[in-house]
């Protein structure tokens, strides 16, 4: 398994500005494909992590949307969401996935490891 952290980040710090963000959302649709080639290439699992902005849409309701949306969507095959409430309660929710609907799941990481309930 191959992890990547933050992969977005580097973009972002590196093509600053609505003006270079064509060229950053290139820049990063090419690096999730060399991903997805190494996946198929050696048969392993890529996990990448990302950053989410909260963005006010045109009715002030705010909205979290992934940085490099676009580029991140269409090289997944599974989106999922990890959020946290009060410290100890932690969320997963699938966002994208080809199988499986829309499902929120709550886990607990304690002293033994992983729990649901």
């Known amino acids: 398994m191959l992890v990547v952290d933050?992969?977005?980040?580097h973009y972002r710090s590196e093509y600053i500005g609505r003006a270079m963000l064509p060229m950053?959302?290139?820049?990063?649709?090419?690096?999730?494909?060399?991903?997805l080639k190494l996946a198929h290439?050696?048969?392993?699992?890529?996990?990448v992590?990302?950053?989410?902005?909260?963005?006010p849409n045109s009715r002030a309701i705010y909205s979290d949307?992934?940085?490099?949306e676009n580029a991140m969507n269409h090289a997944v095959t599974y989106g999922i969401r990890l959020s946290t409430s009060n410290g100890f309660i932690r969320?997963?929710?699938?966002?994208?996935?080809p199988y499986h609907p829309q499902?929120?799941?709550?886990f607990y990481i304690?002293?033994?490891?992983v729990e649901d309930d």
């Open 49 to 55: 992590t990302n950053q989410i902005n909260t963005t």
């Open 91 to 97: 969320h997963a929710m699938i966002l994208i996935s």
């Open 103 to 106: 499902k929120d799941a709550i």
């Open 41 to 47: 290439v050696h048969d392993m699992a890529v996990v």
């Open 110 to 113: 304690r002293k033994k490891g």
């Open 65 to 68: 949307r992934p940085i490099g």
């Open 6 to 9: 933050s992969a977005v980040t």
């Open 24 to 35: 950053r959302q290139q820049k990063l649709f090419r690096f999730m494909r060399l991903l």
